[in-house]
């Protein structure tokens, strides 16, 4: 078994908050995409933004495919970019983001890098953009465009980090870290150790329910979050 340890971190409301930017940004992508104004828009909570694109689409008539989508992609991440000061005006690093990245870097053997339905650029553009950037090893994340399916995004970065380091990442070397039941579900449905964190809309007892194998209610206690990491995430006893 490797003596690594691969943390996987979502990004949105788990890392970062972008107070409504990322809709707006989205809205702009999609109608530039489309040639259609976005009136409303499909549920995003834990959900990879090859989905979010495709159903949002679906609310507006309109049948989309790959190409579709990978031309929204670079719109949005165009958008990302031309709009980069008033995304970090207007987001910030959530509570303990950046200490929580620093804390779980000092940790021997520790792997860090991001598990989103963000798009690998967008991903990157807000990554930097706060600040989160240093630790995350890019090459082995996984990201939106990758798999409509959140638990197979677990998968190409176990397959990633495989690839990447030269020896097997299991699911008994991962912990994934994210805010919403669908973060639970994916790492559950992977065979990874899921941390929740109840810094998004998702509350304490909902992540609960969800069946993750913990809860902290923000990254804020670091202690608790290295305590977990170094404990290899694993599952409470009863």
Partial sequence: MSARRIVLWDIDHT???????????????????TGVPMRQQAKVDG??????FRETAKLHGLTTDR???????????????ARSAELRERGYALPGAAVA???????????QTVLTGNVRQVARIKMELFGLDRHVTWPIGAFG????????????ALGRASFEFGEPATPANAILIGDTPADVEAGQEAGVTVIAVASGR???DDLRR????????????????????NNDGKRPSG
């Fill in 67 to 81: 190409s579709d989508f990978e031309r929204f992609a670079e719109a949005l991440a165009e958008t990302h970019r």
């Fill in 145 to 156: 465009e990758d798999d409509d399916v959140r638990a197979e995004l677990v998968r190409i």
């Fill in 202 to 204: 998702s509350s304490v």
């Fill in 210 to 229: 969800a069946g993750a194998d913990h809860v902290l209610p923000s990254l804020v206690d670091t202690a608790s979050l290295i305590a977990l990491v």
């Fill in 15 to 33: 890392l970062v908050d972008t107070r409504g930017v990322g809709r707006e940004f989205s809205a702009e992508a999609f109608k530039k995409t």
């Fill in 101 to 111: 990245l620093d804390a779980l870097a000092e940790l021997p053997g520790v792997v």
């Fill in 47 to 52: 959900i990879t933004e090859s989905v979010i």
